[in-house]
């Protein structure tokens, strides 16, 4: 079960580490490898920008104390949620662009293709539509990230642009990158 | 003749008035039309980004002070540049995506249909060449911005992405707006 809330200070260091650890793989977005933790937060909760972060509940049973004279209590199930992704929304240009949206979704490695990526997609489309965007659109969607490039076409975005060699992957040399989008309208 | 130079501290006004201009008109970018000078400016000097500014010679033939006993001197020719265009190079992205470059132009109105737009494009095709650039990419040329399609057409840049109705123009409503792109290596 994963749920998808709005992103609290509380949340920071577990959003650094998602994004930490996709900028030091740096084959799907062109983020500086070196970009630091406040660089980091300062983009993902900057000003316009909503973040959400994907939970799981990792049940834990926990052991109670047992104090002498007090009947041994039954074991509580304690709701131990974990962040296994982030995402943020934000207009994709100001002024007369600023009914598109543009977003970008991070899933913590360990927690790859079990859903996240597809749950906070949906969210955000759901999200984007009640805050009145007219579409949404993809950037910067690296051709060699398959994963992200079906799933985008199942949430009925299109190919809309391609930008040759726009993108340096860390093995496969200069790659293409296309540009994304698709009405929120009907 | 039209100079074009690195903007300084002391280009900031006449900078400033020339995105104020571009920014009112509304109908060829996407910024906020409410932006502040403060932002404008921080946004145009902003970190990794290179402004420069295009001058024209109005001269102006001074007419020094005559002083008793003196002889009458010669007029003296000053130059008098006006700052009749701006315009920012820099990444368009991080990471891997840095060595495709972003601009970004605005002439004074005054000043349109004098071939500022094209010296000032021709110059940051060469800074970006300078610089180890491969690639010139611009994000959002609103397809009703016929004279910057022009341009940008006749300087070897080609239409690689479509965003449909993705720029609310002040009169024309939802246009479609287009991505271009030039290779800047053999």
Redesign the interface.
Known sequence: MIEIRTATETDRDAIWNIIHET?AA??T?????K?SREEALAYWFGPGTHAYVAEVDAESVGEPDSFPGTATPSPIVERNPVIVGTYILRP?????????ANAAFMVASHAQRSGVGRGMAEHCLAEARRMGF??M?F??V?STNVPALHLWEQLGFKI???????????EKG?VD?Y?M?R?LVP
């Open positions: 900028n740096g084959d977005y062109a983020f500086d490898p970009m994709n240009q100001s002024g007369g662009g600023s009914h598109v007219r579409a659109q950037n910067f690296v809309v642009g391609t930008l040759p060699g726009a993108f340096h992957h860390p200069y990158v540009v989008y009405s």
